[in-house]
């Protein structure tokens, strides 16, 4: 972008945009992604939370493809961001458009990495580190796809 700050973005559209701006952000999150490494990362994710409370179905691919622009985006946009008009909606709309199996099961906490008792990962215990139980990569990767 414009070397628009993510603050100067929340000034002008908030987190809940009309939805006559939803254009613009839409714009804003395809052309951030286009640019790869050279993302602006925040302004992204921002424009990821501005479509998840917008809660189109169509934005669901968009979310996702900047999610996966560059690692930086996939570790700061939210996987949840996609379930912006709900968790069944989202998994009925990627089933329709083919999404195949580089888009992971929406929202589906069986899809997280396995924490030390076997349950979903989380945060907390020990010095405040995330545990993952080890697993073969070939496991690992098929329960995420």
Known sequence: MDEESWEAWVQRYGLRP??????????????ETALGWDADVELMRVGCVQLFNAGALAD????????????????????QLLCGAGLDEAKTHLAGQGAGPSVPRVCD????????????????????LITVRQVPATAARESIL
Request: glycine residues 14%; aromatic residues 4%.
């Open 60 to 79: 669901v691919l968009t979310v996702w493809r900047a999610k996966e622009a560059n690692f930086d985006a996939h570790c700061s946009i939210e996987i």
């Open 18 to 31: 009309v939805a006559t701006d939803l254009g613009e952000v839409r714009e804003m999150v395809r052309a």
């Open 109 to 128: 906490p069986r899809a997280l990495p396995a924490g030390p008792t076997g349950g979903p990962m989380r945060k907390g215990g020990g010095a405040g």
